[in-house]
């Protein structure tokens, strides 16, 4: 499971959900407060009718003749009547009501002021000494309904407000983060070999620091780079030099002297200085191999020099190699010191390791797939496993250093190439064989 998250998208949905989070409590903010100014108009609605009924109601029932009895107020025409109201005396007795009033809802007595039932909100109001009563009441429902409709009112808009701030918001943060992105691409496509400086114009101001970090740790790397490859060449010119004049020297020392004990002396003490020579030119090569220097920032062919180090090996082994490699250029940002040590050490060590009388087969496809392959005894697995360390042989008679394969994992982890030794080879009931899947830059 992934743990990576991204800027863009955690900005994107926490101020999204944010904002629509603010939006809602707004509305159930301002639902509150409308509901509570309703309420009060509503109450002040109340109030205002029955005072305004009220001194009606009382002249129509003084002016009556005999008993005054129950009256109801006729409707001109049909209507919803949210407002009912009955006339009562002080003990109870109904006197007038609106067309549609229902005398249970009221309470058995007449009562001023406000009170609520389970079902309505009435206003109560009292005339001439408190003898007659008015009382009109609401329907509850129809408020929670005035209350509903507004905040319904209030929250619709947010169906067309939330996508469009969701969209308004990935959008500026989108083109808030372009220039971020285009820093992050700059970084992330550039090969290991790239050391040029990375640049990025008018940056956040967040992020200026880290290209600026970033371009000094390049920098760095590239003078440690630089230096470790002037150290590798300078070293290898000092190293040779000595090491040839010593030999020159002993070998006309043998040809000079008569004594047959000295001879046999110096001819062990040259090849005592050729073996020197030999694992000082490998160490070299592992510390070439190890400077991080395996990928270049220019594409090369390596069919050219794949045929050189093979002609340059046919010679010393001549009919032993057999290379077969495409017609067509083979690219790669592999560098190319780097492929010609890697494929060195490869022929060496088939050679070295190999059947005397076989030939080495060596092949590099259209698609990278570089194959060095020997005729020999199989390597056990176990041993195969430590071939990749330094200063392992398979087999201790053989002249060799044991780091040839070392130096070929140094860079193939440098280039990020994939290193697979088999034993046997593969079609094979015997041998050895190194299989590398280089990258090929079309």
Same mark, same amino acid.
């Given at each position: 499971?992934?743990?990576?998250?991204?800027?863009?998208?955690?900005?994107?949905?926490?101020?999204?959900?944010?904002?629509?989070?603010?939006?809602?409590?707004?509305?159930?903010?301002?639902?509150?407060?409308?509901?509570?100014?309703?309420?009060?108009?509503?109450?002040?609605?109340?109030?205002?009718?029955?005072?305004?009924?009220?001194?009606?109601?009382?002249?129509?029932?003084?002016?009556?003749? +005999?008993?005054?009895?129950?009256?109801? *107020?006729?409707?001109?025409?049909?209507?919803?009547?949210?407002?009912?109201?009955?006339?009562?005396?002080?003990?109870?007795?109904?006197?007038?009501?609106?067309?549609?009033?229902?005398?249970?809802?009221?309470?058995?007595?007449?009562?001023? +002021?406000?009170?609520?039932?389970?079902?309505?909100?009435?206003?109560?109001?009292?005339?001439? &000494?408190?003898?007659?009563?008015?009382?009109?009441?609401?329907?509850?429902?129809?408020?929670?309904?005035?209350?509903?409709?507004?905040?319904?009112?209030?929250?619709?808009?947010?169906?067309?407000?939330?996508?469009?701030?969701?969209?308004?918001?990935?959008?500026?943060?989108?083109?808030?983060?372009?220039?971020?992105?285009?820093?992050?691409?700059?970084?992330?496509?550039?090969?290991? +070999?790239?050391?040029?400086?990375? $640049?990025?114009?008018?940056?956040?101001?967040?992020?200026?620091?880290?290209?600026?970090?970033?371009?000094?740790?390049?920098?760095?790397?590239?003078?440690?780079?630089?230096?470790?490859?002037?150290?590798?060449?300078?070293?290898?010119?000092?190293?040779?030099?000595?090491?040839?004049?010593?030999?020159? =020297?002993?070998?006309?020392? =043998?040809?000079?002297?008569?004594?047959?004990?000295? =001879?046999?002396?110096?001819?062990?003490?040259?090849?005592?200085?050729?073996?020197?020579?030999?694992?000082?030119?490998?160490?070299?090569?592992?510390?070439?191999?190890?400077? %991080?220097?395996?990928?270049?920032?220019?594409?090369?062919?390596?069919?050219?020099?794949?045929?050189?180090?093979?002609?340059?090996?046919?010679?010393?082994?001549?009919?032993?190699?057999?290379?077969?490699?495409?017609?067509?250029?083979?690219? &790669?940002?592999?560098?190319?010191?780097?492929?010609?040590?890697?494929?060195?050490?490869?022929?060496?060590? $088939?050679?070295?390791?190999?059947?005397?009388?076989?030939?080495?087969?060596?092949?590099?496809?259209?698609?990278?797939?570089?194959?060095? *392959?020997?005729?020999?005894?199989?390597?056990?697995?176990? =041993?195969?496993?430590?071939?990749?360390?330094?200063?392992?042989? &398979?087999?201790?008679?053989?002249?060799?250093?044991?780091? %040839?394969?070392?130096?070929?994992?140094?860079?193939?982890?440098?280039?990020?190439?994939?290193?697979?030794?088999?034993?046997?080879?593969?079609?094979?009931?015997?041998?050895?064989?190194?299989?590398?899947?280089?990258?090929?830059?079309?």
């Amino acid at each position: 499971m992934s743990t990576k998250t991204s800027l863009h998208k955690t900005l994107g949905t926490w101020l999204t959900l944010g904002v629509t989070l603010l939006w809602l409590l707004g509305v159930i903010a301002s639902g509150v407060v409308a509901r509570h100014e309703m309420n009060e108009v509503f109450d002040s609605a109340l109030e205002e009718t029955a005072q305004r009924i009220l001194p009606l109601a009382v002249t129509d029932i003084l002016n009556r003749e +005999g008993d005054p009895g129950l009256e109801r *107020v006729l409707a001109l025409k049909e209507h919803n009547e949210y407002l009912t109201y009955l006339v009562r005396n002080k003990s109870g007795k109904l006197l007038l009501q609106s067309h549609d009033a229902d005398p249970q809802i009221f309470g058995a007595f007449p009562r001023e +002021g406000f009170s609520d039932t389970l079902t309505h909100r009435i206003y109560g109001e009292s005339a001439i &000494s408190e003898t007659l009563y008015i009382e009109v009441a609401e329907p509850l429902d129809h408020r929670r309904e005035a209350v509903l409709d507004t905040s319904l009112a209030l929250l619709l808009p947010l169906i067309f407000l939330i996508p469009i701030s969701l969209v308004g918001v990935w959008w500026v943060i989108k083109r808030s983060l372009r220039r971020v992105v285009r820093l992050q691409q700059s970084i992330e496509v550039r090969g290991g +070999g790239d050391l040029s400086p990375v $640049a990025v114009e008018r940056l956040p101001e967040e992020f200026e620091p880290i290209m600026i970090s970033v371009n000094r740790l390049l920098e760095r790397l590239r003078r440690a780079i630089e230096a470790e490859r002037s150290f590798t060449a300078n070293s290898a010119h000092e190293l040779r030099t000595p090491l040839a004049t010593s030999l020159a =020297k002993l070998q006309r020392l =043998k040809t000079e002297t008569q004594d047959a004990g000295v =001879k046999a002396q110096a001819s062990e003490i040259e090849e005592s200085l050729r073996t020197l020579a030999r694992l000082s030119e490998k160490l070299l090569e592992l510390a070439k191999a190890e400077g %991080g220097s395996a990928l270049s920032e220019q594409v090369d062919n390596l069919v050219p020099i794949l045929r050189m180090v093979a002609s340059d090996y046919d010679h010393q082994a001549p009919g032993r190699l057999l290379l077969n490699v495409p017609d067509d250029a083979v690219r &790669s940002l592999l560098d190319r010191d780097a492929f010609a040590i890697l494929v060195r050490n490869l022929i060496e060590n $088939a050679l070295r390791h190999g059947t005397d009388d076989q030939p080495v087969n060596i092949s590099l496809t259209d698609d990278g797939i570089l194959r060095v *392959v020997n005729r020999g005894e199989v390597v056990l697995p176990e =041993k195969l496993a430590l071939f990749r360390n330094r200063f392992v042989r &398979s087999n201790t008679k053989t002249q060799g250093s044991g780091i %040839g394969l070392a130096i070929v994992e140094a860079i193939t982890n440098g280039a990020g190439i994939t290193l697979n030794l088999r034993s046997p080879a593969a079609g094979q009931s015997d041998g050895f064989e190194a299989e590398l899947n280089i990258v090929v830059v079309e």
